[in-house]
């Protein structure tokens, strides 16, 4: 198995085992990290393809992509904490009445 | 051949770390166990090359990001019910969609491994070209980032707003 296999085999199981979680867990938080791990996943396999077209691009589209995803996680907790004061609880069935 | 060896060692644990992710049952676990697979997944990058990537990543991700995750699951320390039963109702449909994804996944990449061209050099990913790449060339995209950043912040303190005027 060459490097670049190797690499893109991981980025899928990560990306596999990321949604895996989103998908059975119950714990909002516990899905949030899922989220998470989907997004490294994805990002692995930018990496590799850019390092081996050698673009410096690719790092910068990266760095970007890092700073997007601290944003992204700056407004998904005050979300989660406004749901847990509302419900007192983290568990997604408290949740089952937000329809619409 | 000690490259490679790193490489399979830090893909190995990385994939752990993920799978941990899935069985263990408290939340401060599971982000414990998602902070080793993004330090795996520095060690990867460092051993790729790119090490621009791999000291953000560490930075930005385990520094930050986790960080952040950590102090929120320490403020919500509370017993409920999602700690007694791990998983939902779709447990095994979600199985059954994983297995689907992995093997259409896995088709996909044993399929173009023939063409597959090596991995190439990272000559251009020394801190020196990437700073002076991303301060030439991509300043706007930094200062609209920066835009992005502040507007996160005053959405995350709007949102607690509302709810603190809302209870009186």
Redesign the interface.
């Known amino acids: 198995m060459d490097k670049m296999q190797l690499l893109l085999t991981l980025s899928a199981a990560l990306f596999a085992a990321g949604l895996l979680g989103v998908i059975v867990r119950r714990n909002v938080l516990v899905m949030l990290m899922c989220m998470e791990l989907m997004l490294n996943g994805v990002n692995l396999s930018l990496v590799s393809f850019a390092q081996q077209n050698g673009a410096v691009a690719g790092a910068v589209l990266v760095f970007l992509i890092f700073v997007v995803a601290a944003a992204e996680i700056a407004i998904a907790i005050p979300i989660v904490l406004l749901l847990v004061r509302a419900k007192r609880s983290l568990d997604l069935e408290a949740y089952a009445d937000l329809k619409g | 051949m000690i490259e490679?060896a790193l490489?399979?060692l830090f893909?190995a644990s990385?994939?752990a770390g993920?799978?941990l992710?899935?069985v263990v049952r408290h939340?401060m676990r599971?982000?414990l166990a998602?902070i080793a697979?993004?330090l795996s997944?520095a060690g990867?990058?460092a051993v790729?090359?790119?090490h621009?990537?791999a000291v953000?990543?560490v930075l930005?991700?385990v520094g930050?990001?986790m960080v952040?995750?950590v102090y929120?699951?320490m403020l919500?320390e509370?017993r409920?019910?999602?700690?007694a039963?791990?998983?939902?109702a779709?447990?095994v449909?979600?199985?059954a969609?994983?297995a689907l994804?992995?093997g259409t996944?896995?088709l996909g990449?044993w399929r173009d491994?023939a063409d597959?061209?090596?991995?190439?050099?990272?000559?251009?990913?020394g801190v020196q070209?990437?700073s002076i790449?991303?301060l030439n060339d991509?300043w706007l995209?930094f200062e609209l980032?920066s835009v992005?950043?502040v507007?996160?912040?005053v959405?995350?303190i709007a949102?607690?707003k509302v709810?603190s005027a809302s209870r009186g």
């Open positions: 490679s490489l399979y893909a990385a994939l993920a799978v992710m899935l939340p599971v982000a998602l697979t993004m997944l990867v990058y790729l090359g790119v621009v990537i953000f990543q930005i991700y930050a990001v952040f995750m929120v699951i919500l509370m409920d019910r999602s700690l039963r791990r998983y939902s779709l447990l449909p979600g199985i969609g994983f994804l992995v996944l896995g990449l491994a597959a061209p090596g991995a190439g050099d990272s000559a251009a990913y070209s990437f790449a991303f991509y995209h980032v992005l950043l507007a996160a912040v959405a995350a949102v607690l709810e």
